[in-house]
C-alpha cells in the first residue's frame, strides 16, 4: 500500500518560487506514474503536473507550462514540484497523487490510485 506525505507549501509573493516535495512509502515507487493535482477556492480539483515511472516522460497543465517542473528521485522515492514565477492563481491546496496503472504518465484523476493530504500554496500579491 503506497502512501504519499507532501511538504514545502507555504506563504509566498508573487513572482517567488517554492519546491514542494512528496515523500512515497511502498516498494512500487518506481512503477508509479506520478501527478501534482490543486484545488482553489471555490473551484475544482486541476490536474497540474505529471511524470512516468522512469522520470523521462512529463506532461504539464497550460496554466503551468513554462513555469513549473515536476521531477523524481526514486531512489529516494520522492517527488518534486518546482514552482517557479508564482501568480495569486496558483493558490490552492496541491496534491500529490500516484498511479499503479499508468507507468506513462496521465492528466486524468479517476487513473490515480493513492493520494496526499495536500499541502497549501498561498501566493499572496
Known amino acids: 500500500q503506497v502512501q504519499l506525505v507532501e511538504s514545502g507549501g507555504g506563504l509566498v509573493q508573487a513572482g517567488g518560487s517554492l519546491r514542494l516535495s512528496c515523500a512515497a512509502s511502498?516498494?512500487?515507487?518506481?512503477?508509479?506514474?506520478m501527478g501534482w493535482f490543486r484545488q482553489a477556492p471555490g473551484k475544482a480539483r486541476e490536474f497540474v503536473a505529471t511524470i512516468s515511472g522512469p522520470g523521462g516522460n512529463t506532461y504539464y497543465a497550460d496554466s503551468v507550462k513554462g513555469r513549473f517542473t515536476i521531477s523524481r528521485d526514486n531512489a529516494k522515492n520522492t517527488v518534486y514540484l518546482e514552482m517557479n514565477s508564482l501568480k495569486p492563481e496558483d493558490t490552492a491546496d496541491y496534491y500529490c497523487?500516484?498511479?499503479?496503472?499508468?507507468?506513462?504518465?496521465?492528466?486524468?484523476?479517476?487513473?490515480?490510485?493513492?493520494w496526499g493530504q495536500g499541502t497549501r500554496v498561498t501566493v499572496s500579491s
Open positions: 511502498g516498494r512500487t515507487f518506481s512503477r508509479c506514474a
Open positions: 497523487a500516484g498511479s499503479t496503472a499508468a507507468l506513462d504518465g496521465t492528466p486524468w484523476e479517476n487513473h490515480y490510485d493513492y
